[in-house]
C-alpha cells in the first residue's frame, strides 16, 4: 500500500504506480479518453493492470489514442468505444454495449468536458455546457450505476469520480443552478455558464455519495488544476481570455485563489484522478486538488447544499427523460 505523500507536482505515473496493487484488474470507464487528462488518466491505469474502456466521439481520434498507450505500454488492456455526450441517445446506446460486453465496472471517471464555449445547445436542446459536462455524465452515471453497485465491495468501494473545476468558484453565479434558465434564454456568459456546469458537478458527485455510500460507493469531484496543453482551451480568443480576467478580478477572495495555482502539465493534472480512482482513504462526497482534500477552500458557497444538490438530481431526471421521449 502506498505510504507516499502526493503534492501537486506528483504525476498520475507516480500515483499509479504506488497504488499498482489496487490498480490491477479493475475495470475502469473513462469519458473523454482520447486527449488531454482523460488520455493520461486512461494510459496509466491501463499500464499498470487496469482494464480501461474510453470514450470519443471520434473514433479516428479514439483509435490514435489507443495507439498511444500501447506505444507507452504495449500489454495494456485498452479498448475505445464510441459516445457523444451531447446527445441521450448516444449515451443511451453506449451504454446499452457496455452493459452487454461488461459483466464489470469498478471505476467510473466522468472526465469529459467543454469549457467557456459559444452559445450552442446539444442535439436535445439543451446549453452545450450544462447539457455535455453535467447531463451527459449524469444520465451514463444512471445506466451504469446497477453495474457499479454489483462491482463493488467492502475490500474496493466502486468509485465515482467526476471532474469538476475551481471554476465553479470563480465563475458560477451566486445562487448557484441557475433552475429558472437553464438553457440560457435570458443570458449567456461563457464563463458564468462553465462555472454554472462544473458546480453541477460538485453538486452531483455529493448527492451520488448521499444516496450509495452506504451501499460500498464512493463519489467524489476533482478539481485537476491549471492545467496547460489541453483541448479544452480551443475555444479561446482575445475577448475570452479578457472576459475570464475580469471575471476573476470581480469576484472577492478569487485572486488569493488564483496566485495559489500552479500551472500544471499533463501529467500532474491527471494525479489527483488517479488518486480518487485507486487510493486509500479517499472520502466519499469530497472535492480533490492537488492531491488533497479540500477543506472548503476553493468551493462555491452552495457546494455543499444538499437541498440544492437533491433539486438539481430531480431536475436532471426529468430533463433526461423529457428528452427520451423526443
Known sequence: MATTVFTAAS????VATAYQSQVQGKTILITGGNTGLGLETAKQLAGHGATVIFTSRSEKNGEAAVKTIKEAYPSANVTFLQMDLASVQSVKAFATQ???????LNILINNAGVMACPKTFTTDGFETQFGVNHLGHFYLTQLLLPLLLKSASKAFPSRIVTLSSV?????????????DDLNADQSYNSWVRYGHAKLANVLFAKEINARYASKNLISVAVHPGMVIGTDLKRHFDFWNVIDTVWQVATKPGALGVVMGERNKSIPEGASTTVLC?????????GFYYDCKISEGEKLHPLAGDADLAK????????LVADALKK
Do not use: C
Open 277 to 285: 480512482a485507486v487510493g486509500s482513504d479517499i472520502a466519499g462526497g
Open 98 to 104: 457496455f452493459l452487454a460486453t461488461y459483466s464489470t
Open 11 to 14: 504525476t498520475a505515473e507516480e
Open 167 to 179: 471554476g465553479q468558484f470563480f465563475y458560477a453565479p451566486p445562487e448557484g443552478i441557475m433552475f
Open 311 to 318: 433539486r438539481l438530481w430531480d431536475v436532471s431526471e426529468k
